[in-house]
C-alpha cells in the first residue's frame, strides 16, 4: 500500500522559476494538505482541500497554488520562488471524520 | 492566540532510561490532540490521538496522557531505536473550521 507519495524528493530552484510539486494518494481520503517544515517552527499549512474541486488557504499561502481535480492527485505549484520559499513540503492526507494525518516522505526544496 | 508548546528541545537518554516529553497547549474548541515520530528524512509518523483529559493510550514503550492543558509522551526503559523527534499536534476548532497546531517537537536520543 504506496500511502501518500511525493515528487521529487529533492529540487534545487533558481530565484524566480516555478515548478509543481506532485503528491498522490491512493486511501481515498477526502482531504489533503500541504505543510511547510523549517528549523524551529512547527508544521505551517499552506493549502488544503476537502475534495475535488474545493480548495482553501491555509496559515502561509502566499506563493504557493493549489487545484483538485481529482480525489488522489493535490499538486503544489509555486509561481516564481524565492529563497524564503527553501524548505521541506509535506504532503498529509485524512479522511474527512478522523483527525489522524497521513503524510508523504516530504520534498526537499532549495531556492538560490 | 492557540498555541503548542513542546519541551525539552531535545532529550539524550541512556538505554533503559525512562524519561518523558510535555505538550502544553493554549487553544480554544480542542477536538484532539496527537502524536506523531519524525525520523530524519522521513514523514510523520502517527503514534496517538487523545480526545479528552484523563484518557491514556499505549504503544510498546510509548505511553501518551492528557490533562486539560498538556499532554505527556511517557517512554518505558527506551531502546536506541526509539531515536527520533517527536512531534505534537492538537485540532482546534476556530474560525468556523478545524484547523491544525503543531509544536516543534523533542529530538530524541537514546544512547546504548
Known amino acids: 500500500n504506496a500511502g501518500v507519495t511525493q515528487t521529487p524528493k529533492f529540487q534545487v530552484l533558481k530565484t524566480g522559476q516555478s515548478m509543481t510539486l506532485q503528491c498522490a494518494q491512493d486511501m481515498n481520503h477526502e482531504y489533503m494538505s500541504w505543510y511547510r517544515q523549517d528549523p524551529g517552527m512547527g508544521l505551517r499549512l499552506i493549502h488544503y482541500?476537502?475534495?475535488?474541486?474545493?480548495?482553501d488557504q491555509g496559515e502561509v499561502p502566499n506563493g504557493y497554488n493549489v487545484s483538485r481535480s481529482t480525489t488522489e492527485d493535490f499538486p503544489l505549484r509555486l509561481l516564481s520562488a524565492a529563497p524564503s520559499q527553501t524548505s521541506v513540503y509535506f504532503c498529509a492526507s485524512r479522511p474527512v471524520n478522523t483527525g489522524e494525518l497521513f503524510f508523504g516522505e516530504g520534498s526537499r526544496l532549495t531556492v538560490l | 492566540e492557540d498555541q503548542v508548546t513542546q519541551s525539552p528541545e531535545a532529550l539524550r537518554l541512556q538505554e533503559g532510561e525512562s524519561s518523558s516529553l510535555n505538550c502544553s497547549y493554549t487553544?480554544?474548541?480542542?477536538?484532539?490532540l496527537f502524536w506523531y515520530r519524525q525520523d530524519p528524512g522521513k514523514g510523520p509518523e502517527f503514534l496517538f490521538t487523545?480526545?479528552?483529559a484523563g484518557e491514556e493510550k499505549e504503544k510498546e514503550r510509548l505511553k501518551a496522557t492528557l490533562t486539560k492543558k498538556e499532554s505527556f509522551l511517557h517512554i518505558t526503559a527506551p531502546k536506541p531505536e526509539d531515536s527520533a523527534t517527536y512531534l505534537c499536534a492538537v485540532q482546534a476548532f476556530s474560525s468556523g473550521t478545524y484547523k491544525y497546531i503543531f509544536g516543534t517537537g523533542t529530538r530524541l536520543k537514546v544512547l546504548a
Open positions: 487523545l480526545y479528552s
Open positions: 487553544v480554544s474548541g480542542l477536538r484532539g
Open positions: 482541500s476537502v475534495g475535488a474541486g474545493i480548495t
